[in-house]
Structures are given as C-alpha cells and as structure tokens.
C-alpha cells in the first residue's frame, strides 16, 4: 500500500534532494526519513525542525491571515500554515504540513542543494506529494 | 546548537524497560503486557501498542470523520479473525495507506509513552501473540525507547508539574492568560473539574501525549491546575503530593495564583 515510504522515496527523486523526513511537530518525532540530514541524525534534526513548524503552525498572525481568506462556509484548516521555508547559502529547507482528516500534527521536511534544486518547482511538487499521502 | 535534550552519543541511555531491550535482541514475537498497557512485537519489533490512557486507532479514526463507525466495526468483523484489520481498511478503500499509516504510528507512540510509564509491577510477555490490527508500519524497540525519554524530557521542559497528567484539572480564572491557539482553546474548554487529561483527549479524538502537551502549556500559561483533593482518601488518582499543602481550588486573585503556581514549580524541581 502507498504509504509513508514511498511518498519519501517520490520526494527524493525532486532535482537536488539531499534528504526529507515526515515529523510530528507537537512530539518532534520523525515518523519516517530517508538520504542526509544536516547533522547526520534525523531523530536531533526532526526535534530542531519541528520546533520551527510549530511556531509558525501556533502564530496567530498567520492564522488570523488563512481565516480571512478562507470561504466562509468551510472550517478553516487546522494550522492555518501551508509551508515553511528556510534558505541558506547551501540549500534550502522546505517545510509542508500535511492535512489529515484525524487529529494530527505532521509535516514533510525537504533539504535541497542550493545550486541543484529548484525552490519553486520543489514547494509546489511536495505540496502534491504530501497531499497524495494522505489521499492516494 | 544542538537542544540539551538530545544526549551524547556515546552516554548510554538509561534503559525504559530492560525487557523490552532483552525481547528485541532475541527478536521476539509477541505481547510485552506492562502495568499501564501493551506493546505487541514481531521480530523483535513494535508493531502495535495499546493503553487504557491513550485513544485506539478506532476513536481517532471515527472521531475526525475519515472513518464511519460502522465501516471501523465492519473492517473487524472482516478482517479481524485472520489479524488483518489494517490491511482491510486499506484495500476496502476505507481509508488511504498513507493516512492509516500516519495514524496507526501516532497511536503506537502515544500508547507506547504510557505502556513504559515507570511501574513497580513486574512486566510479564506472552510469547506468540499478535494483535488483530496485522501489519502497518513496525519500528524499531529502541526507537521506541528513545521516543519516550524525549517525550518525557519535553513534558518536563514545558512545565515540570506531573499531576496535571493524571488528576481531574480545574480552569483558573486569568485575565492575563495569553491569546489561545485553536487547540489549546478545544483542550481548555474540555476542562470541567472532573475530567483528567486523558479523558479530554478521548473527547477530541486526540492522540493523549499530544493533549499532555497542551495540558502542561496551559498549565504554565497560568490557564488551567490539577484539583487538588482536600484530604479525600485517595481517590486512584496516585498523585505523588499527599503531603503537599492544600489550597483552595481557585483563587480569584491573580497574584495569588501566580504565587500559587511559582510554589508548585519550585517544588517539583
């Protein structure tokens, strides 16, 4: 069945992928991971960025913004967040919070090589992939 | 930097549950029945855990709406018989692989956080035994360890007060609470005097460590308390504070509580 493996093994084929890993924000648990992490342990980088997505997830200035552009008829989803990014000279991180419709608290985290990768290329296929997570 | 929380590699971690350790290496198959749950294993992996203080797959299944509770009962009665519960739900198109996969490992390390809960009861592990979800997504014994000592160091970070874990909590009036997020404030307006964190959780269908942890947030912000019993007999809440001096449950002047809570935290330290 399709699953969290395979949507990681989907990620890595993105044009400079180095590494990406499926997290639980409220624990900072990685609930699955694949290629390199920046300090070669998943477990340490999935804590570190799981404290970034939930701050932004948690911000009611980004909350408060999806609530007023949602239509009015319809919840507005539970983050409010669609992404986080995070460049720096080597590369760049992309953040995706997956929406599931059982309580949950998960994003995608792709580090990509700065010369290699193609950020807006990579947000728009990872928001696919995490969406297909989830629906597929 | 990395956080404090994250040990050397080298410093071995105190074991959680020694068993468990000693299963995994002989990569057994079956049920590790602890005081406070259960970790089923295959391989000497984890492959399912269940605890009476944590939500099944089922309520957080039904509870968000991606599973009818009829379908849930449907996919046991199918499938239960041959322990191929998950992989039914799966190929029925019931639910989506990914998605069954995210919640079934929530589930595991939820129930798996308070199944290793330290205990004085000794643990006993029935040999060929499997459970009747079948196979989702197994995991490594010691990741499962690690998992829980990070959750322990993260509860304790937020707000070192245990009871709030365990005891019936109480609302307290703050004008200065800060702005709640939106499952902060579902968490608080669950909190009525008499239900325990554990008992919100099930409410909302959420994962019960991840309540703790808005628990304890709320617990910090001044926003919610345990309620502390007035010399009751002990009513199986075992809160570790028998001794502690007892005030009244709330206290409409927020200094107070400020001093109240500035107590409490001196204390567990």
Redesign the interface.
């Known amino acids: 069945?399709?699953?969290?493996d395979?949507?990681l093994l989907d990620i890595m084929k993105l044009p400079g992928a180095r590494g990406a890993a499926?997290v639980?924000w409220?624990?900072?648990?990685a609930?699955g991971t694949i290629g390199e992490s920046p300090h070669d342990?998943h477990?340490?980088t999935a804590?570190?960025t799981a404290e970034v997505a939930r701050m932004a997830a948690?911000q009611?200035a980004f909350?408060q913004e999806s609530a007023r552009s949602g239509t009015p008829d319809e919840d507005p989803p539970?983050s409010g967040v669609e992404d986080v990014i995070v460049t720096s000279p080597a590369g760049y991180h992309i953040l995706r919070f997956?929406e599931?419709?059982?309580?949950?608290?998960?994003f995608v985290h792709l580090w990509l090589h700065r010369s290699e990768g193609n950020l807006a290329l990579a947000r728009i296929r990872l928001g696919e992939l995490a969406r297909?997570?989830?629906?597929? | 930097m990395?956080?404090p929380?994250?040990p050397a590699p080298t410093a071995p971690l105190p074991a959680v549950s020694p068993m468990l350790r000693r299963l995994a290496e002989e990569r057994a198959t079956g049920a590790l029945m602890r005081e406070s749950g259960t970790l089923y294993l295959a391989d000497g992996q984890v492959v399912h855990a269940e605890s009476p203080a944590t939500p099944g797959i089922d309520v957080?299944?039904t509870?968000?709406?991606?599973l009818a509770r009829a379908g849930w009962w449907e996919a046991v009665a199918a499938a239960g018989a041959r322990q191929r519960v998950a992989?039914y739900l799966?190929?029925s198109g019931r639910v989506?692989?990914?998605?069954?996969?995210?919640?079934h490992?929530?589930a595991l390390?939820d129930a798996a956080f308070f199944a290793l809960a330290p205990t004085s009861t000794p643990a006993r592990f029935r040999y060929g035994v499997s459970h009747w979800i079948g196979p989702v997504?197994p995991v490594a014994a010691g990741s499962v360890e690690?998992?829980t000592l990070?959750?322990r160091a993260?509860l304790d970070r937020i707000w070192p007060d245990a009871t709030v874990d365990t005891a019936p909590l109480v609302r307290l009036p703050d004008a200065a609470a800060p702005?709640l997020?939106?499952?902060r404030r579902a968490v608080l307006a669950a909190v009525d005097g008499s239900r325990s964190a554990a008992e919100i959780a099930r409410g909302?269908?959420?994962?019960a460590?991840?309540t703790l942890?808005d628990v304890r947030r709320l617990a910090a912000a001044g926003a919610l308390d345990a309620v502390r019993s007035c010399g009751r007999p002990d009513d199986g809440s075992s809160g570790p504070r028998a001794g502690a001096p007892v005030l009244p449950e709330v206290t409409p002047d927020p200094d107070i509580a400020l001093l109240r809570r500035l107590r409490d935290a001196l204390e567990v330290l």
């Open positions: 069945m399709p699953g969290i395979e949507c499926v639980d409220t624990s900072g648990l609930l342990d477990e340490a804590a570190e948690e009611p909350a539970a997956v599931t419709d059982f309580d949950s608290s998960v297909r997570l989830v629906l597929a | 990395r956080p929380a994250s957080l299944l509870a968000g709406g991606t992989a799966v190929d989506p692989g990914g998605a069954l996969e995210l919640c490992l929530g390390y997504h690690r998992e990070r959750r993260l702005p997020t939106p499952r909302l269908g959420r994962s460590f991840h942890v």
